[in-house]
């Protein structure tokens, strides 16, 4: 595989996020035990054509449907931003993991976790709404709000 391709470099940035100690991102990767189940560049590029096709404009790998999963075989797509801003990781808010975030056009969507199981509201107009949507779901599950 040539180093000019889309492919190589996509492979390259996975094993840097997941394996390099000295990456920014390796926090939020390799220091979470993701890693890539492709040993080479050569394999991983042979899978993606094969499985997911060529790269679209505008879009990059996802890790999808489990965004704490690895790079592997049933954990992939190819996304688009807003689509890979709705499959972020929950935060830690101090109390709870719980988030609210934007949608394209305006929308939100509120979104928490409880026993590993992820909860999603209604789409909504307003972060604030969305947030009310979170504690009216929590409240009829019986948790603290």
Not at 10 to 18: G, H, L, S, V
Not at 41 to 51: D, G, H, Q, T
Request: hydrophobic share 25%; charged share 25%.
């Amino acid at each position: 595989m040539r180093k000019e391709s889309i492919y190589y470099w996509c492979y390259y940035n996975i094993k840097q996020r997941c394996y390099n100690t000295n990456y920014a991102q390796y926090k939020d990767y390799g220091g979470r035990g993701i890693t890539c189940f492709w040993q080479d560049a050569v394999s991983f590029e042979e899978w993606i054509l094969e499985n997911l096709g060529e790269k679209p404009e505008g879009k990059s790998l996802d890790r999808y449907p489990d965004n704490d999963g690895n790079y592997e075989p049933g954990n992939l797509r190819w996304a688009t931003i807003p689509e890979q801003q709705a499959n972020r990781r929950l935060h830690d808010t101090g109390k709870e993991w719980k988030w609210t975030y934007a949608l394209p056009y305006g929308r939100w969507i509120g979104k928490f976790s409880h026993n590993k199981k992820v909860y999603h509201t209604r789409t909504c107009a307003s972060p604030e709404e969305a947030h009310y949507e979170v504690l009216q779901i929590r409240s009829q599950m019986g948790l603290r709000c």
